[in-house]
């Protein structure tokens, strides 16, 4: 009965190469069709190098199915070009996943040309194997597919899981969504298989270890080839990897809302304060005088004059809890250190959003209470509208101190302001806050190219 089904299993191999390749080019076209969908979040830039992945992969594999039946049609010259054709195909896909970590990883520049240096040592190798084989052009296909998944689909898989258990560590752990991050811990448990059975198990080539690890000994030791188990492991990645992007999607989204309902209480807060020194705080100002002029009107009468002394100390003692409870309306962060306190709110950003936000402070400046929360909140406003509007990948927030005025400039990567600069992005309040604290603020940007926010205000602190 074995037997049966193995020989079934070669007669068939064809068919089975291309649903092979079907569940590559249908995880390639469904992963491009859903980036746009998650362009909120940061990893969604790196979405389409998976895409290229699935779609060059399964190309390849077809190609293993049409080459053989273009041997009577076509001169042995052009069929040799198919083949080069189909090998750089599958060297370009798992190139692609190298890629595809990089962004998630954010690796410097330099180290982005790892995958194309890794292509170019395996295209050289593959050179020098094709003239040692001669006209053996079985040995050196095998053994050039062996490199390319030895140099560059199993490290570029390893990597990727890396990737993607690191951006779910620094990302989604501080939502507290275990569905998330369970999700992502799956998808990369079985892209670890996929590249494990992808990078090791290819044909059997005349060099350790793939002349004793290859598919034609696995498949006589497991009856199934092992591309039966590769579109398993990648089909169940590609659908786990969808699951944890739309469960991050909702989790971003729902905080998101929460920020937004936040940054409506605080002017919610400023308007309540601003209510209450100019109605409620002239008033008890006016009645503290009246008493004051009472009090000299019944000198003479120490009855009146004492009952007098209590209502101004009343007053007074009504005063001074309503500024108490106006500087906890309108002072966010109770700490005069700025640097914490936007090292602060940078983290909550980077939790909430999943950007990449950087703080750079040169120097630790102090402020008062109320200018710190001015400053705070003007950090935490622009952060606000990078994530809501930006589609950026990371923000830089610098803190200078020269010639005696704070420089703090927030610096994205995103698509630029949107053209109706008043509606709905904080600008007025921002605006706003700059004047308070005496100082400007200015908004540089270029469709595409990011924006730049900068704002100068004087050390000194006159209050």
Not at 148 to 161: E, K, N, T
Not at 344 to 359: F, H, M, Q
Request: with cysteine.
């Amino acid at each position: 009965m074995l037997a049966v089904f193995q020989e079934w299993l070669r007669l068939n191999n064809h068919v089975i190469t291309f649903a092979y390749g079907q569940v590559f080019f249908t995880i390639g076209l469904a992963i491009l069709s859903q980036t746009r969908r998650y362009s909120r979040l940061d990893i969604a830039d790196s979405l389409p190098w998976l895409a290229a992945f699935g779609f060059f992969h399964g190309f390849h594999e077809w190609g293993g199915v049409f080459i053989p039946f273009q041997r009577r049609f076509f001169a042995d010259s052009v069929i040799t070009g198919f083949l080069v054709l189909q090998l750089i195909l599958l060297a370009g896909s798992f190139a692609c996943l190298f890629v595809f970590a990089g962004n998630i990883l954010k690796m410097r520049r330099r180290f982005r040309l790892v995958p194309l240096g890794v292509f170019f040592i395996w295209a050289i190798i593959s050179i020098g194997v094709a003239i040692f084989a001669g006209r053996n052009s079985e040995q050196w296909r095998d053994s050039s597919e062996v490199f390319a998944r030895y140099l560059i689909g199993l490290p570029g898989g390893m990597l990727s899981v890396l990737a993607l258990l690191r951006y779910a560590r620094t990302n989604i752990s501080s939502l507290d969504s275990p569905r998330v991050s369970r999700a992502f811990l799956l998808a990369g448990i079985f892209l670890a298989a996929y590249a494990a059975f992808a990078g090791l198990l290819g044909p059997e080539a005349p060099f350790f270890p793939s002349s004793i690890i290859n598919s034609e000994i696995f498949s006589k030791l497991f009856v199934f080839p092992p591309l039966f188990f590769r579109s398993i492991f990648a089909a169940l990645f590609a659908i786990h990897i969808f699951h944890a992007l739309g469960l991050l999607e909702i989790e971003t989204g729902r905080l998101l809302k929460i920020m937004e309902r936040e940054a409506v209480a605080v002017v919610e807060r400023k308007r309540a304060a601003r209510d209450l020194h100019d109605n409620t705080f002239q008033r008890l100002y006016a009645a503290g005088l009246l008493a004051q002029a009472l009090k000299r009107e019944f000198l003479d009468n120490r009855t009146a004059a004492s009952e007098l002394n209590k209502l101004m100390r009343i007053i007074n003692e009504v005063i001074s809890e309503l500024q108490t409870f106006l500087l906890g309306l309108v002072t966010t962060e109770g700490m005069t250190d700025l640097s914490i306190a936007i090292t602060r709110v940078a983290e909550e950003a980077r939790s909430l959003s999943g950007i990449d936000v950087r703080l750079k402070a040169a120097e630790n400046p102090t402020f008062s209470p109320t200018r710190a929360s001015h400053i705070v909140a003007f950090t935490r406003e622009s952060l606000s509208n990078v994530a809501r509007h930006a589609h950026a990948r990371s923000v830089e927030v610098t803190l200078e101190c020269e010639d005696n005025m704070l420089h703090l400039t927030i610096e994205d990567d995103g698509q630029g302001l949107p053209a109706d600069l008043e509606k709905g992005y904080g600008m007025r309040d921002m605006l706003d806050r700059a004047r308070l604290l005496g100082g400007e603020v200015s908004f540089h940007s270029e469709n595409g190219d990011g924006t730049t926010i900068a704002l100068v205000v004087p050390l000194k602190d006159d209050e």
